[in-house]
């Protein structure tokens, strides 16, 4: 069983929410004792076996972390230890809303980088001031779900498009600098989603090659505008600024973000060896929906 091979104390580095996590082991545990000949398409559990297998047992956290950050923002997060990696957090939200329909907080699947707690949450994160060059990353991972094409209260809203805005506002205002120098919002998949140079099977595949678009040229008047007009169509009225919050100029912090798409082959691959990862590649293998691609997952 993979949650043998998983240290409870290696597991709290990556996984601050313990009544969470150890509802997302036991439906691991439920379905490796009880396997469907649909697979495991639980993404939440893909997500931690796969972060975790970045500090498991004999690997060192930094070095693990590290390899995590670089991974995640395919190698240009840089040296160093990425202060933390965690799983399942919630940045403010950028959207605040009257009247019941304010925006609930963006719940991260994983955060990577200069974080800290925000005083008085369990699971609130925000900015966290670094000596070198501030940088965050946000992942959004999808196994075989597709990106959300509305909220609740906001039926135009993208599930992406949310993400970047979360990340673009991302802040601490009682920090020098208040904002990280470096944004990165990172699409996870399965490599089988990302193939194809023009057409895919998701959403996701199209809004992030229009949004990558946006990014290699912020002088194009064809394509900039797409990607704030997304953000700046929200329904729900933008947070107030305060003495601790403030809606930062987006096309000042434009130029500060990457996006990225990995896949969780890249993970396994960039992994450092040890007995969990090979127990995963033993998981995978057996799967009865091959998912992954094969090559890769024997990495």
Same mark, same amino acid.
């Given at each position: 069983?993979?949650?043998?091979?998983?240290?409870?104390?290696?597991?709290?580095?990556?996984?601050?929410?313990?009544?969470?996590? !150890?509802?997302?082991?036991?439906?691991?545990?439920?379905?490796?004792?009880?396997?469907?000949?649909? %697979?495991?398409?639980?993404?939440?559990?893909?997500?931690?076996?796969?972060?975790?297998?970045?500090?498991?047992?004999?690997?060192?956290?930094?070095?693990?972390? +590290?390899?995590?950050?670089?991974?995640?923002?395919?190698?240009?997060? %840089?040296?160093?230890?990425? &202060?933390?990696?965690?799983?399942?957090?919630?940045?403010?939200?950028?959207?605040?809303?009257?009247?019941?329909? &304010?925006?609930? /907080?963006?719940?991260? !699947?994983?955060?990577?980088? !200069? *974080?800290?707690?925000?005083?008085?949450?369990?699971?609130?994160? $925000?900015? $966290?001031? @670094?000596?070198?060059?501030?940088?965050?990353? *946000?992942?959004? &991972?999808?196994?075989?779900?597709?990106?959300? +094409?509305?909220?609740?209260?906001?039926?135009?809203? /993208?599930?992406?498009?949310?993400?970047?805005?979360?990340?673009?506002?991302?802040? /601490?205002?009682?920090?020098?600098?208040?904002?990280?120098?470096?944004?990165?919002?990172?699409?996870?998949?399965?490599?089988?989603?990302?193939?194809?140079?023009?057409?895919?099977?998701?959403?996701?595949?199209?809004? #992030?090659?229009?949004?990558?678009?946006?990014? $290699?040229? =912020?002088?194009?008047?064809?394509?900039?505008?797409?990607?704030?007009?997304?953000?700046?169509? @929200?329904?729900?009225?933008?947070?107030?600024? +305060?003495?601790?919050?403030?809606?930062?100029?987006?096309?000042?912090?434009?130029?500060?973000? $990457? *996006?990225?798409?990995?896949?969780?082959?890249?993970?396994?691959?960039?992994?450092?060896? +040890?007995? #969990?990862?090979?127990?995963? =590649?033993?998981?995978?293998?057996?799967?009865?929906?091959?998912?992954?691609?094969?090559?890769?997952?024997?990495?």
């Amino acid at each position: 069983m993979l949650k043998a091979l998983i240290n409870e104390e290696r597991m709290r580095l990556i996984a601050p929410r313990k009544k969470l996590t !150890d509802k997302v082991l036991d439906r691991l545990v439920a379905y490796q004792e009880q396997p469907t000949n649909d %697979g495991l398409q639980d993404e939440q559990v893909w997500t931690l076996l796969f972060t975790y297998g970045f500090v498991a047992l004999p690997c060192q956290p930094e070095e693990g972390l +590290s390899k995590l950050g670089n991974a995640l923002t395919q190698g240009t997060f %840089g040296a160093g230890l990425p &202060a933390h990696a965690w799983l399942e957090m919630q940045p403010l939200p950028p959207r605040q809303g009257v009247y019941g329909k &304010a925006e609930s /907080n963006t719940e991260i !699947d994983l955060a990577v980088g !200069d *974080l800290e707690i925000r005083p008085g949450t369990e699971t609130g994160i $925000k900015f $966290k001031a @670094a000596s070198g060059v501030g940088r965050v990353c *946000l992942v959004e &991972a999808k196994w075989l779900s597709d990106i959300a +094409s509305k909220t609740k209260h906001d039926h135009s809203r /993208n599930q992406l498009a949310r993400v970047i805005e979360t990340g673009l506002t991302f802040q /601490n205002q009682t920090a020098k600098p208040a904002f990280p120098e470096a944004v990165h919002v990172t699409l996870l998949t399965p490599s089988c989603f990302r193939v194809g140079a023009e057409f895919g099977s998701r959403l996701y595949f199209y809004k #992030f090659r229009e949004y990558s678009a946006a990014l $290699k040229d =912020q002088t194009d008047s064809q394509h900039l505008p797409s990607m704030l007009w997304d953000i700046c169509q @929200a329904e729900i009225p933008k947070r107030e600024s +305060s003495a601790a919050w403030r809606y930062p100029d987006l096309t000042e912090r434009l130029p500060h973000l $990457k *996006l990225h798409w990995v896949t969780y082959e890249e993970l396994l691959h960039a992994m450092p060896v +040890s007995e #969990f990862k090979t127990a995963l =590649q033993e998981f995978i293998q057996d799967e009865p929906r091959a998912i992954l691609e094969p090559a890769m997952a024997g990495a």
